[in-house]
């Protein structure tokens, strides 16, 4: 079982810029495929960034590219969102997942997920 757990979520104003954190416990994290999702209300979990296991391949999603990295850092078993510009309609409860030895970016495609944080972005 791997539990991920996020942190950085918070207001704030538009173009200002937050990077949220994904710690995971488990000690194989380097094999892992990480990923960031959100959902605004009334909408469905739409995916964001991917890493690969090795941080060698990222994919972001095109509304947010430009402006959000998804670097990790394995020595730490974290994986990072890094939100740059941001807008009002970033604002959602974006969400940490790991897929086993894959990079994906469909969320039936990742084994474990976190509570998630709110990020809130005011005009």
């Known amino acids: 079982q791997v539990q991920l757990i996020e942190s950085g979520g918070g207001l704030v104003q538009a173009g200002d810029s937050l990077r949220l954190s994904c710690t995971a416990s488990v000690r194989t994290f380097s094999s892992y495929g990480m990923g960031w999702f959100h959902q605004a209300p009334g909408k469905e979990r739409e995916f964001v960034a991917a890493i690969s296991p090795s941080g060698g391949t990222t994919y972001v999603a095109d509304s947010v590219k430009g402006r959000f990295t998804i670097p990790r850092d394995n020595a730490k078993n974290t994986v990072y969102l890094q939100m740059n510009s941001l807008k009002p309609e970033d604002t959602a409860v974006y969400y940490c997942?790991?897929?086993?030895?894959?990079?994906?970016?469909?969320?039936?495609?990742?084994?474990?997920w976190g509570q998630g944080t709110q990020v809130t972005v005011s005009s």
């Open positions: 997942a790991a897929a086993a030895g894959r990079l994906a970016t469909a969320g039936p495609l990742y084994d474990y």
